[in-house]
Structures are given as structure tokens and as C-alpha cells.
């Protein structure tokens, strides 16, 4: 970090987020990202827009040939710090595109000439970052991390409501012979749909992961460790399914111990899969999964 930012920044901090010199009386904020190279936090003093539920920066570099750091640090990983005044909170750094972009620029323009002259001195499009605090937004309820977060506890659930089913469907039945052969119709139908729906989420996910990983190449450890743990829930999938249609030598107390298994690595998975991407997908726009499917009551 350049002496000259390292002053911004402890005169922004000490003084609620104003500063004088040059930048006295400017919007100015801090917005803190990862380096796509280093891994280690980069704070840089910006000049911003209020545009409603997001604020925008523009990555000008004064004018200069070539995009600044920070510029490629949230290309790499958009998961980004703000600070404004005296408010701190974790945001989503979403760069515009065409006439959206061309518009924020224009209008930024007008209210900074300096940034029409940045774009005469560079040949470059000077990007226009959009930062959206992803706790506070006001349409969450449309929020496609949201839409996930929903699909995951429905399918707990599913798995909740089936386990229940089996404990109390082996209860019932004792001492009666213990083979699968006793699984009624309707759990084992339970049990094949809930595994139908699990496998049409994970599809879903499979299909939206390449587009996520071309857009931040820094996701692409969480979404390989993703993509492992579909492959290992499918597994166990298989297991429920291959004791379903192995009914007369397989025990139903290893049954509901599968049960309990997949249930466990599923919560564990939509627990880390929403702490790294709801904040990401909340803040984007991408096809919405279709909804997955309820078993039969």
C-alpha cells in the first residue's frame, strides 16, 4: 500500500470518514478486497455514487492504461469490505456491464468532470463496480441466494420427515421379520423421491458452477470442493437405493443409519455452500433453479 493511501485511510478512520485535502467533501468510502495473488486484505480510499440499494466505484486509475489492483482483486473474488462514515459491512462487488455501465459513467461524469477526462486519457473502459450490502438489500425475498437457502431446508426437511417415517415404520412392525421386504410402499416411494429431488438440486448447481467460476476464477476452490461433495452425497445416494432394491438381505436398522449419514453430510454441505455463495448470488443475476420437487404426503 502507497504511503499517499495509507494517510487517506487513517485520517478516513479517525475522523468518521472524512478527510481534507484533495478528497475534502468528496463521497469517498474504503473498500477492502482480497488479492488475487497474495491472498491478504487490500484497502483502497474511493470516491462512490449512491445509486439506491447498491453504491458504485469506477476503477479509473486516473486515467491511467491499466486497471488497478483492486479492480482485479474482485473480478477474482467479489466478496469485498466497506467502509462509509462510520459503518463497516461485508458486500458483494458486481462490475456493470454495457449500457448500464455507460449510463452509471455518465452520470458520474456530470457530477466529477475529472472522470470524462480519466476516459479521454485512456483507451480503456474504465469499469463501474456496483457494491451491494447483501445483508440489508430490500428485495431478499427474490434473492436467488435466498431461492437456495429455501431449496435446502425443504430438503432437510424431506430427509427429517423421512427418517421419522422409517424409525416409527420399524416400531410398528417389530418383532415382525426385519428384512426391507417390510418397508411399506408409500416410505419406500418417500425415499425415491426425496432422492430424485436431492439429485435434480444438485443438477441445478452442476449446471450454474461453470458460469460462476468464468465470471470469479477465485471461487473455483469453493466450487471444486462443492462439486466433491455432490459426487459424495450421490454415493451415499446410490447406497439408499441399492438397500432398497437389495430389500431381502439388508437390514432396515442400516437403513435409517444411511439415513442418518446423508442427513449429516447434507447439512454440513448446505451449511458451507451458503456461507460462500448466498452473499454472491444475492447479488446477481442468473437463471433460478426450478424448484425441486415435495415427495408425495
Request: hydrophobic letters at 40%; one cysteine or more; aromatic letters at 6%.
Amino acid at each position: 500500500m502507497s504511503e499517499w493511501n495509507l494517510k487517506i485511510i487513517e485520517e478516513f478512520r479517525a475522523n468518521e470518514g472524512k478527510v481534507g485535502g484533495m478528497f475534502e467533501g468528496a463521497t469517498l468510502l474504503l473498500l477492502t478486497t482480497t488479492g488475487a495473488r497474495s491472498g491478504r486484505p487490500h484497502t483502497t480510499p474511493l470516491t462512490y455514487l449512491d445509486d439506491g440499494d447498491r453504491l458504485l466505484v469506477f476503477a479509473s486509475n486516473a486515467g491511467a492504461p491499466t486497471h488497478p489492483a483492486w479492480y482485479h482483486n474482485v473480478l477474482a473474488d467479489p466478496r469485498v469490505t466497506v467502509e462509509v462514515g462510520t459503518a463497516s459491512y461485508r458486500a458483494t462487488a458486481l462490475p456493470l456491464h454495457d449500457e448500464e455501465r455507460d449510463r452509471a459513467y455518465a452520470r458520474q461524469s456530470e457530477l466529477v468532470p475529472a472522470y470524462a477526462e480519466y476516459q479521454r486519457q485512456t483507451t480503456r473502459t474504465i469499469p463501474v463496480v456496483a457494491l451491494y450490502d447483501t445483508a440489508h438489500r430490500a428485495d431478499r425475498a427474490a434473492a436467488i441466494g435466498d431461492h437456495l437457502v429455501k431449496v435446502h431446508a425443504e430438503l432437510l426437511d424431506q430427509l427429517a420427515a423421512l427418517r421419522e417415517e422409517a424409525a416409527s415404520f420399524s416400531a410398528e412392525h417389530t418383532p415382525r421379520p426385519t428384512a426391507l421386504t417390510d418397508l411399506g410402499a408409500q416410505l419406500r416411494a418417500h425415499c425415491l423421491t426425496t432422492c430424485d429431488a436431492l439429485s435434480e438440486h444438485h443438477t441445478n448447481e452442476d449446471a450454474v458452477f461453470p458460469r460462476l467460476q468464468r465470471l470469479y476464477p477465485g471461487l473455483s476452490p469453493t466450487l471444486e470442493r462443492l462439486r466433491r461433495e455432490h459426487l459424495s452425497v450421490a454415493r451415499m445416494k446410490d447406497t439408499l437405493r441399492a438397500l432398497l432394491d437389495d430389500a431381502d438381505s439388508t437390514d432396515p436398522a442400516r437403513f435409517q443409519s444411511e439415513l442418518v449419514r446423508i442427513t449429516a453430510e447434507l447439512a454440513a454441505h448446505f451449511a458451507y455452500e451458503e456461507e460462500q455463495l448466498v452473499p454472491l448470488l444475492n447479488a446477481i443475476t442468473l437463471p433460478a433453479p426450478a424448484p425441486t420437487p415435495a415427495p408425495p404426503q
